[in-house]
């Protein structure tokens, strides 16, 4: 297996991923910063190195501010929130940009974009009261993520791993501010971090499968 293919990606990701999550009791650890961030820095080489054009290049940069957000957030999660939200709303709007390259809409697209659309309403609405002195900036991300579930079920030919990745992204968020805002959530962390993780992995393949990387052609079957 070389170290740049496709399978060590996912092998090296799961490996960081599962690592985190088992020494969640423990977090912050010592280097726990690093280690959370690993699985996001990871699919932002995948990204470069086996995505083509544009694509790529804006999924990578869209993990890589996802790396961020998870440095921010591990580190402080109070007094860094802040930044963190930021960080992973730039993101958003990388995903965004990668998800719609081409449009297409079906009729169960349509059902399902409402779904997310409704979602983001119904959220929005629930913590608008709770969310204090930030408000606004949670309320613009809320309006930022919906758009990017929309998004990823607008975007055609998206791969429906994409729309997946999308929508446990959204929840992953939602218990965040679920949990911050309104009410504790037993096992929070864990249920966080699983979707999160599984959200960013489906999200990478999602992308990898809408945009394959272009096969050299086969040298026995020229003319």
Not at 70 to 76: A, P, Q, T, V
Not at 147 to 158: E, H, L, W
Request: charged share 10%; with cysteine.
């Amino acid at each position: 297996m070389r170290l740049n293919s496709k399978p060590m990606y996912n092998v090296l990701y799961c490996l960081c991923a599962i690592v985190f999550i088992l020494f969640l009791p423990f977090s912050p650890f010592f280097l726990s910063w690093l280690i959370k961030a690993l699985p996001a820095l990871i699919l932002a080489g995948l990204s470069r190195t086996h995505i083509p054009g544009k694509p790529g290049k804006m999924l990578s940069l869209g993990f890589l501010f996802s790396a961020a957000g998870d440095i921010f957030l591990e580190l402080d999660p109070d007094q860094l929130f802040i930044f963190g939200l930021g960080t992973f709303l730039v993101a958003h709007l990388l995903y965004i940009r990668v998800f719609t390259f081409r449009r297409h809409l079906t009729r169960h697209r349509i059902i399902l974009v409402a779904g997310i659309i409704l979602y983001g309403l119904i959220l929005a609405i629930t913590l608008y009261p709770a969310a204090g002195d930030i408000r606004p900036a949670v309320m613009v991300y809320l309006c930022i993520i919906t758009i990017m579930g929309v998004c990823a079920g607008i975007g055609g030919p998206n791969h429906p791993f994409v729309i997946l990745g999308a929508i446990l992204f959204v929840i992953s968020d939602s218990l965040i501010a679920v949990n911050r805002f309104l009410v504790p959530i037993p096992a929070h962390n864990l249920m966080i971090m699983i979707t999160y993780y599984t959200a960013q992995w489906f999200i990478a393949t999602g992308v990898l499968k809408t945009h394959p990387t272009p096969q050299p052609p086969d040298a026995h079957g020229k003319a």
